[in-house]
């Protein structure tokens, strides 16, 4: 009995424990805990993904009514499913804004040629600084940022049908102590 | 009554299952022929109802009776029939029905043509096999009963998502099946060799065919789904390294290493307990997949229907089946006796870095895939892993692969030398130069990865024309003889040549078409023109078309080139009633050189029409070497059919060319 021969039992037994965890945890994978939750939005100053457009800064999230902040990237397929919704907030006059995440810009012109742009303005993020400061998990991800810049609520994941009216109701409820 | 019926067989499957995998164990324990002799005829029972129960559902789809909970929520009446009857298994319970079909069929095809491999082992294999079916039987019937019915029965049912209703789509998890399942039969080979502590060429003469059809049908079913989901999703891309896929890409990676290890067992007897784990690990990743899709342990667009019960049964079946495995791997690995040297240029040399590679890729896809469920289990922080991180890590592996396929073959088996298998290769590099510049030619620049990839590509044509010629004595012996001296090569070794072939045709084609893809996306009115590659795609016009259960719009392109048509293309918009969404069909004229793609959208308003045109290089070339690889599997298994179960290794009439020794 060579101790060689036990690693692949015990690397197996490993994952089974971790695999033990997340069922047990019982979460969806799409619940987070909630770090910068009721903090302001960390700083940062974005370039834009074209030239000669505006890029996207946290002053730009202190507008003084609630938006959204989205964390997409052409490379990442569930953007692609929640992507109508965003329009759909969008055109309700909402405002979203986009990070876009370790992207290239070619791509994301495509990508937003190809599905409709329903940002107000994007920042790149070319190598993910910000996301880390904005503690992003994976993409996508969906922030709500009251009108003072401070986080009500962070969707990871796409916002899937059953997601929306949790994310409509975060919405509300960031609009009900108004800012005075 | 006919559900009933279905449900009934299913339990009588799951009876002789327990039956199947105690007795014929206990008969060879005991050197009992009454009890070894049940295994076959259990293993056919098994088989026979899982059929029957396959049939009943089946026969619920077609006749649409939504009284059946199942068929009432997958299925509808309008449907056409081909979808009726996959859309059996366009579902959790159908397809697990599907899977344990497909289990037991194999079981019964050991059985069958196992008659000659010594009797207690056969025994052995059928129980071990017996095992997986009963827990995936027990899934069945306390979790996820397909044959549930519906109080009231509802008058329609609630269709089957229009994204599904395709061909491709229709045949790809049959496919799929046929190869996660194939691989039990390694697997149940490996326990019954563990269980009698002996595994020697004659075992790995046996278990290569088995794995043979494993890895065609899941080489197959894979590129059945990277089609569909270029030509149904519209956007044109083939792979997205999601958890699903990769989940079918790693038993795939793991089987290619096993093909190989297996060879050097039973050509030289080494690698004996490495080409055993193998044989067990490649079949836990096919359980794996089969937790991480079922589970929703992972987020993926394929996902079924999460259920955390379901999630915790198969869990626990995990534990039992590929903990109990390597326990037993762990307890007995180490007497299995260690078999012949080999120095380390050598075709067996080339064999262990070929499994080495294969076995850190199949690694990397692992860690990617479940890196974000680890990090979240001990930590609790969440992380998605992006192409970017599968394709930097992969490219490198890949191209050391190529590299070292091309130079493997040419190799003599125990001791090769590598200045005379460079000697031959002069050809190959500079075939692999002009590859390299034939591409610039054609396409122009681009970076230098895209080189790179034409030139390890030719590489590997020009290394295998090298062994070709070589092994049918090109030059060296009467032309006049050239086709009777390739025509006596064994079967197997054209087979591996094809399936090399393949490899680099995919190559080829991953590189161009991720390279050179041209793109337009336009509004047009009918009349336009629009130039894209060197072709020009005329606009004609926009029809609404009605079909079974869709409407759509229909966009009429006629392309052509330097003033010659080329071919006329109707990309469509469908919108389907039942459940109601929108899918795109876009239009693809393959041509050799590549694809022109075609994909209609939503008009403007005022009389303008969104589309998206592509022309993207060799595209067809990764299909084309998957098919090569298939083919080349067939072809190789083909050479082996008489030698299932052969039951002495000295039976096999040796081959004429006795210089080089075939490799497989």
Same mark, same amino acid.
């Given at each position: 009995?060579?101790?060689?021969?036990?690693?692949?039992?015990?690397?197996?037994?490993?994952?089974?424990?971790?695999?033990?965890? $997340?069922?047990?945890?019982?979460?969806?994978?799409?619940?987070?805990?909630?770090?910068?939750?009721?903090?302001?939005?960390?700083?940062?100053?974005?370039?834009?993904?074209?030239?000669?457009?505006?890029?996207?800064?946290?002053?730009?999230?202190?507008?003084?009514?609630?938006?959204?902040?989205?964390?997409?990237?052409?490379?990442?397929?569930p953007?692609?499913?929640?992507?109508?919704?965003?329009?759909?907030?969008?055109?309700?006059?909402?405002?979203?804004?986009?990070?876009?995440?370790?992207?290239?810009? $070619?791509?994301?012109?495509?990508?937003?040629?190809?599905?409709?742009?329903?940002?107000?303005e994007i920042g790149a993020d070319n190598n993910g600084r910000v996301g880390v400061d904005f503690g992003v998990y994976g993409v996508p991800e969906t922030y709500v940022i009251s009108g003072d810049g401070r986080i009500m609520y962070k969707h990871v994941g796409p916002i899937l049908p059953q997601n929306q009216d949790d994310l409509r109701k975060a919405i509300a409820a960031a609009r009900q102590p108004e800012p005075q | 009554m006919i559900p009933e019926i279905g449900h009934f067989a299913l339990i009588l499957a799951?009876?002789?299952?327990?039956?199947?995998?105690?007795?014929?164990?206990?008969?060879?324990?005991?050197?009992?022929?009454?009890?070894?002799?049940?295994?076959?005829? %259990?293993?056919?029972?098994?088989?026979?109802?899982v059929s029957l129960a396959f049939a009943s559902l089946t026969y619920a789809y077609v006749t649409s009776d939504f009284s059946v909970a199942n068929v009432a929520s997958n299925s509808h009446s309008l449907k056409p029939m081909l979808y009726k009857i996959?859309? /059996?298994?366009?579902?959790?319970?159908?397809?697990?029905?599907?899977?344990?079909? =497909?289990? !037991?069929?194999?079981?019964?095809?050991?059985?069958?043509?196992?008659?000659?491999?010594?009797?207690?082992?056969?025994?052995?294999?059928?129980?071990?096999?017996?095992?997986?079916?009963?827990?995936?039987?027990?899934?069945?019937?306390?979790?996820?009963?397909?044959?549930?019915? %519906?109080?009231?029965?509802p008058f329609e049912g609630n269709g089957l998502n229009p994204l599904l209703q395709d061909p491709g789509l229709a045949f790809h998890p049959p496919l799929l099946y046929l190869g996660y399942v194939g691989l039990s039969v390694a697997f149940s080979f490996a326990i019954a060799a563990l269980i009698e502590g002996r595994i020697g060429p004659r075992w790995a003469r046996w278990v290569r065919p088995w794995v043979l059809v494993a890895w065609i049908f899941l080489g197959a079913g894979i590129a059945l789904g990277s089609w569909w989901a270029y030509y149904e999703l519209g956007w044109g891309g083939w792979w997205f390294w999601d958890p699903v896929e990769n989940a079918s890409f790693m038993p795939w990676l793991c089987a290619t290493a096993l093909l190989h290890s297996a060879i050097v067992v039973e050509k030289r007897d080494a690698l004996k307990r490495w080409t055993i784990l193998l044989a067990i690990l490649c079949f836990s990743l096919s359980l794996l997949g089969t937790f991480l899709v079922r589970s929703g342990i992972l987020t993926s667009v394929h996902a079924f229907a999460v259920d955390a019960e379901r999630g915790v049964f198969i869990l626990i079946f995990l534990f039992i089946a590929i903990g109990g495995s390597l326990a037993l791997?762990?307890?007995?690995?180490?007497?299995?006796?260690? *078999?012949?040297?080999?120095?380390?240029?050598?075709?067996?040399?080339?064999? /262990?870095?070929?499994?080495?590679?294969?076995?850190?890729?199949?690694?990397?896809?692992?860690?990617?895939?479940?890196? +974000?469920?680890?990090?979240?289990?001990?930590?609790?922080?969440?992380?998605?892993?992006?192409?970017?991180?599968?394709?930097?890590?992969?490219?490198?592996?890949?191209?050391?692969?190529?590299?070292?396929?091309? /130079?493997?073959?040419?190799?003599?088996?125990?001791?090769?030398?590598?200045?005379?298998?460079?000697?031959?290769?002069?050809?190959?590099?500079?075939?692999?130069?002009? #590859?390299?510049?034939?591409?610039?030619?054609?396409?122009?620049? #681009?970076?230098?990865?895209?080189?790179?990839g034409f030139a390890i590509a030719f590489w590997l044509i020009a290394a295998i024309l090298v062994d070709i010629a070589q092994k049918t004595k090109l030059g060296r012996a009467p032309l006049s003889t050239l086709f009777q001296r390739a025509g006596g090569l064994p079967r197997s070794i054209w087979g591996m040549w094809a399936a090399h072939l393949g490899m680099a045709v995919l190559v080829l084609g991953v590189t161009a078409s991720e390279t050179w893809t041209e793109e337009k996306l336009v509004?047009? =009115?009918?009349?336009? =023109?629009?130039?894209v590659g060197d072709f020009q795609f005329g606009f004609k016009a926009v029809d609404p078309v009605a079909g079974p259960n869709y409407t759509a719009i229909r966009g009429q392109f006629s392309v052509s080139r330097n003033g010659r048509h080329v071919a006329d293309l109707w990309p469509?918009?469908?919108?389907?009633?039942? +459940?109601?969404?929108? !899918? =795109?069909?876009?239009?693809?004229?393959?041509?050799?050189?590549?694809?022109?793609?075609?994909?209609?959208?939503?008009?403007?308003?005022? *009389?303008?029409?969104?589309?998206?045109?592509?022309?993207?290089?060799?595209?067809?070339?990764?299909?084309?070497?998957?098919?090569?690889?298939?083919?080349? #599997?067939?072809?190789?298994?083909?050479?082996?059919?008489?030698? /299932?179960?052969?039951?002495?290794?000295?039976?096999?009439?040796?081959?004429?060319?006795?210089?080089?020794q075939p490799a497989e």
């Amino acid at each position: 009995m060579r101790p060689a021969f036990w690693v692949p039992l015990i690397l197996f037994l490993g994952l089974v424990a971790a695999f033990a965890v $997340q069922l047990a945890s019982g979460d969806n994978p799409h619940d987070l805990p909630s770090a910068l939750i009721d903090k302001p939005v960390p700083n940062f100053d974005l370039p834009p993904i074209r030239m000669g457009e505006a890029g996207l800064k946290s002053e730009d999230l202190k507008s003084g009514e609630v938006v959204l902040l989205n964390v997409f990237a052409s490379w990442c397929a569930p953007c692609r499913i929640e992507h109508p919704f965003l329009s759909e907030l969008a055109e309700e006059g909402i405002p979203v804004y986009g990070l876009n995440y370790k992207d290239r810009p $070619q791509d994301v012109a495509t990508f937003l040629r190809e599905l409709g742009d329903p940002y107000a303005e994007i920042g790149a993020d070319n190598n993910g600084r910000v996301g880390v400061d904005f503690g992003v998990y994976g993409v996508p991800e969906t922030y709500v940022i009251s009108g003072d810049g401070r986080i009500m609520y962070k969707h990871v994941g796409p916002i899937l049908p059953q997601n929306q009216d949790d994310l409509r109701k975060a919405i509300a409820a960031a609009r009900q102590p108004e800012p005075q | 009554m006919i559900p009933e019926i279905g449900h009934f067989a299913l339990i009588l499957a799951l009876c002789f299952a327990f039956l199947a995998a105690s007795l014929p164990l206990i008969g060879a324990a005991r050197g009992d022929t009454r009890l070894i002799g049940l295994a076959p005829p %259990l293993a056919l029972g098994q088989f026979f109802f899982v059929s029957l129960a396959f049939a009943s559902l089946t026969y619920a789809y077609v006749t649409s009776d939504f009284s059946v909970a199942n068929v009432a929520s997958n299925s509808h009446s309008l449907k056409p029939m081909l979808y009726k009857i996959t859309g /059996v298994w366009g579902n959790h319970e159908g397809s697990l029905v599907l899977w344990v079909m =497909t289990l !037991t069929l194999f079981g019964a095809l050991v059985a069958l043509f196992g008659r000659s491999l010594p009797s207690a082992f056969l025994a052995r294999t059928l129980s071990i096999q017996a095992m997986i079916a009963i827990g995936f039987l027990l899934f069945l019937l306390l979790t996820s009963n397909p044959f549930e019915r %519906l109080v009231p029965a509802p008058f329609e049912g609630n269709g089957l998502n229009p994204l599904l209703q395709d061909p491709g789509l229709a045949f790809h998890p049959p496919l799929l099946y046929l190869g996660y399942v194939g691989l039990s039969v390694a697997f149940s080979f490996a326990i019954a060799a563990l269980i009698e502590g002996r595994i020697g060429p004659r075992w790995a003469r046996w278990v290569r065919p088995w794995v043979l059809v494993a890895w065609i049908f899941l080489g197959a079913g894979i590129a059945l789904g990277s089609w569909w989901a270029y030509y149904e999703l519209g956007w044109g891309g083939w792979w997205f390294w999601d958890p699903v896929e990769n989940a079918s890409f790693m038993p795939w990676l793991c089987a290619t290493a096993l093909l190989h290890s297996a060879i050097v067992v039973e050509k030289r007897d080494a690698l004996k307990r490495w080409t055993i784990l193998l044989a067990i690990l490649c079949f836990s990743l096919s359980l794996l997949g089969t937790f991480l899709v079922r589970s929703g342990i992972l987020t993926s667009v394929h996902a079924f229907a999460v259920d955390a019960e379901r999630g915790v049964f198969i869990l626990i079946f995990l534990f039992i089946a590929i903990g109990g495995s390597l326990a037993l791997y762990a307890w007995r690995a180490s007497s299995l006796e260690p *078999g012949g040297m080999f120095s380390t240029v050598s075709r067996e040399g080339a064999l /262990v870095l070929n499994n080495l590679l294969l076995s850190v890729a199949t690694a990397i896809v692992l860690m990617g895939t479940l890196y +974000p469920l680890l990090l979240d289990a001990l930590t609790g922080a969440k992380v998605s892993v992006g192409p970017p991180f599968f394709e930097l890590s992969f490219i490198p592996l890949s191209v050391l692969l190529l590299i070292a396929l091309g /130079v493997g073959p040419l190799l003599a088996w125990k001791r090769g030398n590598l200045g005379r298998a460079a000697k031959l290769l002069p050809p190959a590099v500079l075939l692999a130069i002009l #590859g390299a510049g034939g591409a610039w030619l054609i396409w122009g620049a #681009g970076p230098v990865m895209a080189f790179i990839g034409f030139a390890i590509a030719f590489w590997l044509i020009a290394a295998i024309l090298v062994d070709i010629a070589q092994k049918t004595k090109l030059g060296r012996a009467p032309l006049s003889t050239l086709f009777q001296r390739a025509g006596g090569l064994p079967r197997s070794i054209w087979g591996m040549w094809a399936a090399h072939l393949g490899m680099a045709v995919l190559v080829l084609g991953v590189t161009a078409s991720e390279t050179w893809t041209e793109e337009k996306l336009v509004i047009l =009115t009918p009349g336009e =023109t629009v130039e894209v590659g060197d072709f020009q795609f005329g606009f004609k016009a926009v029809d609404p078309v009605a079909g079974p259960n869709y409407t759509a719009i229909r966009g009429q392109f006629s392309v052509s080139r330097n003033g010659r048509h080329v071919a006329d293309l109707w990309p469509e918009q469908r919108t389907y009633s039942s +459940p109601h969404m929108e !899918t =795109t069909e876009a239009a693809i004229y393959p041509l050799f050189m590549g694809d022109l793609y075609v994909v209609v959208g939503d008009p403007d308003g005022i *009389g303008g029409w969104s589309a998206r045109l592509y022309y993207k290089p060799l595209i067809s070339f990764i299909w084309a070497g998957v098919l090569l690889m298939v083919l080349g #599997g067939a072809l190789s298994l083909s050479d082996r059919r008489l030698r /299932v179960g052969a039951p002495h290794p000295k039976a096999r009439p040796v081959p004429n060319v006795a210089v080089h020794q075939p490799a497989e």
